[in-house]
């Protein structure tokens, strides 16, 4: 029997945009002390994983790990943007947050004051590299430098650059690998991508006209595609 000290469960308070309501943390913390689950509680995922990535990284050593947070597949990529060097077949999820359409306690504000970059919302983007092509359409979609190239791999460098409330990146990769843990719509808020949101994808993809009115999203992108090349990244590599 596994020792309970080896049982580890990590939750989020989602004190950004409270869409993990209350009642179902509070459940699931009786649930998890019946179970013998040793709890530590974060104020938000997403910030510490951007602000303070080692102390997140050194929440996630114990054999046993469960975490309490929204969807599994953001909540992965987000440790693993944290620097957590896991498979997720070493976690366990609770999925805390509602089926799409019930509305949070108040998605629009925080629950009180962050104490960290009080002018910073922690919105910003992972990656799932289990879906990512590598495409760099992002790359060249982004205005505010959010991503670059490395090591021939797409990254999110700087997620403070990332405009609030804007998902707009996502909505144009055309396999769905990247993430807005904090967004009501489905599959960019991490929930599991169907062969329906795929099919819808291409579909896009297939009648977007850049140059057709109203088609604000590709006409950008087909614009940013005509700039000049981005200078390469540090390992020789175009980063466009």
């Known amino acids: 029997m596994t020792d309970i000290q080896e049982k580890h469960a990590l939750m989020c308070a989602c004190s950004e945009r409270r869409l993990l309501p209350r009642n179902e943390r509070v459940q699931a913390r009786v649930s998890l002390e ?8 974060v104020p938000d995922l997403c ?12 929440l996630t050593k114990a054999p046993t790990l469960l975490v309490a947070a929204c969807h599994p597949r953001a909540v992965y990529w987000t440790l693993r943007y944290s620097g957590v060097e896991r498979p997720v077949t070493d976690f366990l999820f609770r999925d805390l947050r509602p089926p799409t359409g019930i509305p949070a306690t108040n998605p629009a504000a925080p629950s009180a004051p962050p104490d960290e970059g009080q002018s910073w919302p922690a919105w910003f983007p992972v990656i799932d590299y289990a879906r990512c ?3 760099r ?11 670059a190239v490395k090591d021939r791999q797409v990254r999110v460098v700087q997620p403070r650059n990332c405009k609030d409330n ?5 909505r144009i990769c055309p396999t769905l690998a990247i993430i807005f843990p904090k967004v009501d719509q489905t599959p960019i808020n991490g929930a599991d991508v169907t062969e329906a ?10 009648k977007a006209d850049p140059s057709a009115p109203g088609n604000t999203l590709h006409s950008i992108l087909a614009q940013r595609r005509n700039r000049p090349a981005e200078p390469p990244d540090e390992k020789g590599l175009p980063a466009s």
Request: aromatic share 8%; charged share 20%; net charge negative.
């Open 47 to 58: 910030r510490m994983a951007a602000t303070d990535p080692s102390s997140l990284t050194a």
């Open 166 to 170: 804007c998902p707009a990146c996502a």
């Open 133 to 135: 092509t590598g495409c």
């Open 197 to 206: 949101d795929l099919v819808r994808m291409r579909d896009l993809a297939a």
């Open 137 to 147: 359409q992002c790359v060249n979609f982004c205005a505010f430098g959010v991503y």
């Open 34 to 41: 019946a179970e013998g689950w040793r709890i530590t509680e």
